[in-house]
Each structure stands twice: as C-alpha cells, then as structure tokens.
C-alpha cells in the first residue's frame, strides 16, 4: 500500500521559510512526487514535481523562484523549501505520487508548465502552512 506523509507545515511571519517534508512508501518501482497546496475557497494548484528515479524536477512557472523541490532516495523523502513566503501562500499542503514519473504539461511553445492534480493517484493527508503579515 502506497503511504505519503507530510511533515513541516507551521505558522511563519512573512519573508520568513518553511521546509515540507513528505515521507513516500509503498511503491516498488519508479515514482513521480509533486506537491499542491489548497487555500480556503479556491482551487488546488500545482507547484512543483520530481522522478525518484532520475531526481529531474519540474516546476509550475507561476511558482518558480520561492519554492524548490528536492528528493533524498535514501530516505525515500521529497522536500519542498519555501522561502520569502507571502500571506497568499497560506494554505494546506499536499504531497501526491504516481508511479513511473511526474506528468507535466507544457504551454505556450514550452514557456509555461502546468501539473494537474487528476494525474496522481495517491494523496498525503495534507500539513497547514500559515503565513502572517
């Protein structure tokens, strides 16, 4: 059974960072993690994806520059470290998984990528992130 588990979340001061931690068993083979995030009343957005098997990652562009993804295949982890967080960043944090590798979608002749959340199949319970003024 494929388990995820985040760790991390917190309340943080803007401008401040935060380091997420999600904890990924369960698979036998190569697997594709992202992480979301979903605020009160809006939609779950993408923000970034990473292959276990050849750590390449894959970042939403409208997330780019405050968040980085990382893997450890030793611990079977993947990282997301924000930094110069915003009070619009406050919201629930998932990490999901699928297998094989991160499915990504690309726009405007390669400029902008997008990841959906209809493309993996399995969820971690989710860890708060709240960012005050």
């Known amino acids: 059974e494929v388990q995820l588990v985040e760790s991390g979340g917190g309340s943080v001061q803007a401008g401040g960072s935060l380091r997420l931690s999600c904890a990924v068993s369960?698979?036998?083979?190569?697997?594709?993690v992202a992480w979301f995030r979903q605020a009160p009343g809006k939609e779950r957005e993408g923000i970034a994806c990473i292959n276990s098997n050849d750590g390449n990652t894959y970042y939403v562009t409208s997330m780019k520059g405050r968040f980085t993804i990382s893997s450890d295949s030793a611990k079977n982890t993947a990282d997301l470290q924000m930094s110069s967080l915003k009070p619009e960043d406050t919201a629930v944090y998932f990490c999901a998984a699928e297998r094989y590798r991160c499915t990504w979608y690309s726009h405007n002749r390669g400029r902008s990528i997008s990841i959906r959340d209809y493309d993996f199949t399995h969820w971690g319970q989710g860890t708060q992130v709240t960012v005050s003024s």
């Open positions: 369960g698979f036998s083979g190569d697997y594709g």
